[in-house]
Each structure stands twice: as structure tokens, then as C-alpha cells.
Nanobody
Framework: QVQLVESGGGLVQPGGSLRLSCTAS????????MGWFRQAPGKQRELVAE???????YYRDSVKGRFTISRDNVKNTVYLQMNSLKPEDTAVYYC????????????WGQGTQVTVSS
């Protein structure tokens, strides 16, 4: 059973930075893709960024140029570096993994709260 554990959330002022980490119980290199999603109150969960085998990355338009997704295969960890944070980035952020191109994101972490407020 795959386990994903997120960390690094918190309260930050607008313009600040946070780095989220997601550590997997298995090898992150074995996954076809790993992604970061977020869900704000009253809104649907949305894909923020994903890294697809071997190292192709995708970002939603609203975070391009501010967020960076990366993977450390030795530490079995995926990161989301978030810079120039805005109040609208406030949400619970979830890490997820996809085993195969034909499957969806089936494995999820418990989520970590990110609050951007002055």
C-alpha cells in the first residue's frame, strides 16, 4: 500500500514563500506521475502542478512562474516550492501519485493547509 505524507504548510504573508514536501513509502521514481492538488473551501479540488515520467512538468496557469515542482528519487520525495504567494493560493494542498498513464491519481496524502494572509 502506497502512503504519501505531506509537510511544510502553514501561515505566510502575501508575497512570501513556502516549500511543501511529499514523502512516499515507496520509490517515487516508480510512479508514472506525481502531482500537487489543492482545494479551497467551497471549491473543487484542482491540479496545481505535476511531474510526469521522466521529468516533464505541468503547471496551472495561475501558478506559472511562481511555483516549482521537483522530485528527489533518493529521498522518495516530491517538492512544491511556492513563491510570491497570494491570498487566492490559500487551500489544503494534497500530494498524489499515478502508477500508470492509463490510470488516474489513485494515491493521496492527508493534505496540508496553506494560508496566505496578512
Amino acid at each position: 500500500q502506497v502512503q504519501l505524507v505531506e509537510s511544510g504548510g502553514g501561515l505566510v504573508q502575501p508575497g512570501g514563500s513556502l516549500r511543501l514536501s511529499c514523502t512516499a513509502s515507496g520509490s517515487v521514481a516508480s510512479f508514472y506521475a506525481m502531482g500537487w492538488f489543492r482545494q479551497a473551501p467551497g471549491k473543487q479540488r484542482e491540479l496545481v502542478a505535476e511531474i510526469i515520467h521522466p521529468n516533464n512538468v505541468y503547471y496551472r496557469d495561475s501558478v506559472k512562474g511562481r511555483f516549482t515542482i521537483s522530485r528527489d528519487n533518493v529521498k522518495n520525495t516530491v517538492y512544491l516550492q511556492m513563491n510570491s504567494l497570494k491570498p487566492e493560493d490559500t487551500a489544503v494542498y494534497y500530494c498524489s501519485a499515478k502508477r500508470d498513464v492509463a490510470l488516474g491519481y489513485l494515491y493521496w496524502g492527508q493534505g496540508t493547509q496553506v494560508t496566505v494572509s496578512s
